[in-house]
């Protein structure tokens, strides 16, 4: 069985561009959450999604937005990069009700702003 | 807000010897949730081990244990045997138990190096 798939594996940007990163979860999960990890830091929330609907928000700006769709996976997008978005990127999806369960992860997104 | 302190940045053990890694955090809730990821250079997050705050015995897996000490707000994990493979960045993490929000606060992470 496939585990949570994440796209692309490497990213380079410019500042002040746009990006999108992508997020299949494990098929049957149902939520999916968008984590920041900044070098030499723990995972930082950013969003969680469920049935398309978002459930929680972190501490991040409005430049960063995300969605769900039918087939659940997701879309998390940064506007106007800066520099400090420089990070990995990380999905996790999750069985609601499963908070024992905790979260599966990919292995995520490095993007690198220039 | 809860917050999630893991005091040691580095640590390092020989092969087959055990080693403890500290966790403490800070919340108000009575009922939550508490975990330990690992993240290797790979950078995929895995799932360690696991504990409920409201049992009280402290969770076990294979070479992987606990010692949840929920008054001190303590959740430190116990390496046994260790291998190489062990080496990685330890994160511990919280979830509460209530709301729909299934959010994880990650500690800063412990770098822990197997030496053969």
């Not at chain 1, 069985?95 to 490095?110: A, D, N, P």
């Not at chain 2, 504990?51 to 001190?72: C, D, G, I, L, P």
């Not at chain 2, 260790?82 to 929000?101: H, K, P, R, V």
Request: charged share 15%; net charge positive.
């Amino acid at each position: 069985d496939a585990g949570v798939t994440q796209s692309p594996t490497h990213l380079i940007k410019t500042r002040g561009q746009h990006v999108t990163l992508r997020c299949s979860p494990i098929s049957g999960h149902k939520s999916v959450s968008w984590y920041q990890q900044v070098l030499g830091q723990g995972p930082q929330f950013i969003f969680q999604y469920y049935e398309k609907e978002e459930r929680g928000r972190g501490n991040f700006p409005d430049r960063f937005s995300a969605r769900q769709f039918p087939n659940y996976s997701s879309e998390l997008n940064v506007n106007a990069l800066l520099l400090g978005d420089s990070a990995l990127y990380l999905c996790a999806s999750s069985l609601t009700g499963m908070r024992l369960g905790g979260y599966t992860f990919g292995s995520g997104t490095r993007l690198t702003v220039v | 807000a809860q917050t999630v302190t893991q005091s040691q940045p580095e640590m390092s053990v020989q092969e087959a010897e055990t080693v403890t890694l500290s966790c403490t955090y800070d919340t108000s809730e009575n009922n939550y949730y508490l975990f330990w990821y690992k993240q290797p250079p790979s950078r995929q997050m895995i799932l360690v081990i696991r504990q409920e705050a409201y049992k009280q015995q402290n969770a076990t897996e294979n070479r992987f244990s606990v010692n949840f000490q929920k008054a001190a707000k303590s959740f430190s994990l116990k390496i046994s045997d260790s291998q190489l493979g062990d080496t990685a960045m330890y994160f511990c993490a919280f979830m509460d138990s209530g709301g729909s929000n299934y959010k994880l606060t990650f500690g800063k992470g412990t770098l822990l190096t197997v030496n053969p």
